[in-house]
């Protein structure tokens, strides 16, 4: 059993950034493929970002592509998604995933895990 954690999130204005984490306790960390995904009220959940087991490749949404960072410290098992230049659009609450079935986990059955999610709220 993994046991996901996210903070940072918060209230920010259009073109601030924040930093996001997911803390990973309860199985070796390494073990799993992360992502980010979001959703905003009356919407589906959807990718943001995903990171494979070593953090040697990455995969992004289109629509943060450019903006979004995602990143792991293995040693920390902790996974982070870097936001910049945010946009109201990018308002929602973002989760955390961990997969230990795919490479990486870009769909919502790709996930074993999922955490209970933070907010992004981005004022223009």
């Known amino acids: 059993q993994v046991q996901l954690v996210e903070s940072g999130g918060g209230l920010v204005q259009a073109g601030d950034s924040l930093r996001l984490s997911c803390l990973a306790s309860?199985?070796?960390?390494?073990?799993?493929?992360m992502g980010w995904f979001r959703q905003a009220p009356g919407k589906d959940r959807e990718f943001v970002a995903s990171?494979?087991?070593?953090?040697?490749?990455?995969y992004y949404a289109d629509s943060v592509k450019g903006r979004f960072i995602i990143s792991r410290d293995n040693a920390k098992n902790t996974v982070y998604l870097q936001t910049n230049s945010l946009k109201p659009e990018d308002t929602a609450a973002y989760y955390c995933?961990?997969?230990?079935?795919?490479?990486?986990?870009?769909?919502?059955?790709?996930?074993?895990?999922w955490g209970q999610g933070t907010q992004v709220t981005v004022s223009s």
């Open positions: 990171i494979t087991r070593s953090g040697g490749f990455t």
């Open positions: 995933a961990a997969a230990s079935r795919t490479y990486v986990v870009r769909a919502l059955g790709d996930s074993d895990y």
């Open positions: 309860g199985d070796t960390f390494s073990r799993y493929a």
